[in-house]
């Protein structure tokens, strides 16, 4: 880890911050580990960095410009990531509720699509991700969620809340 943060550090004498998610992303989950069997660590480390990094609008906006929430709902799917990053991804997509992000998450991100994927996957996280699903809804732009989608978001997070009840 060490050295990939000191590569960073060094690549260049200023750096653009909302591009910074991007730059760590491909260095920490999209490439391999400095040491063998170093590499859920790293990931690990790259999760717990974003989920105490995301705090405020500005924040958001950062990762949106990013795309890393695109970036880690696609490794959540893959075979290279295990049970505490999925569990951490889904603890950071609850925090970008938090500070606004949710609407992003529906609109840009596709994110109550992905959490059908994943319940329709027998995804152990099933509780975790139907309180998503309602967070995420709760704390949206309903006005433009609905206009967005027709209306099928509102009925998509019915369902998904109603099918764990």
Not at 41 to 67: A, C, H, Q
Not at 117 to 136: F, I
Request: with cysteine; aromatic share 10%.
């Amino acid at each position: 880890m060490f050295s990939k943060i000191n590569k960073f550090l060094t690549a260049a004498p200023a750096w653009d911050i909302d591009f910074l998610l991007r730059k760590l992303y491909r260095s920490i989950v999209g490439s391999e580990p400095d040491d063998d069997g170093a590499y859920h660590k790293e990931v690990e480390w790259f999760l717990d960095y974003l989920i105490d990094g995301l705090r405020t609008p500005r924040d958001m906006e950062s990762f949106r410009k990013s795309n890393v929430f695109e970036q880690l709902l696609s490794f959540y799917a893959s075979r290279s990531c295990n049970a505490p990053s999925k569990e951490k991804i889904v603890r950071l997509l609850l925090r970008a509720t938090s500070v606004g992000g949710s609407t992003t998450l529906i609109t840009r991100c596709g994110l109550v699509s992905w959490i059908q994927m994943c319940l329709s996957n027998q995804d152990p996280r099933q509780k975790m991700l139907r309180v998503l699903a309602t967070r995420v809804y709760e704390t949206c732009d309903q006005g433009r969620v609905a206009e967005w989608s027709n209306g099928a978001i509102e009925a998509a997070t019915r369902s998904l809340v109603k099918v764990g009840a």
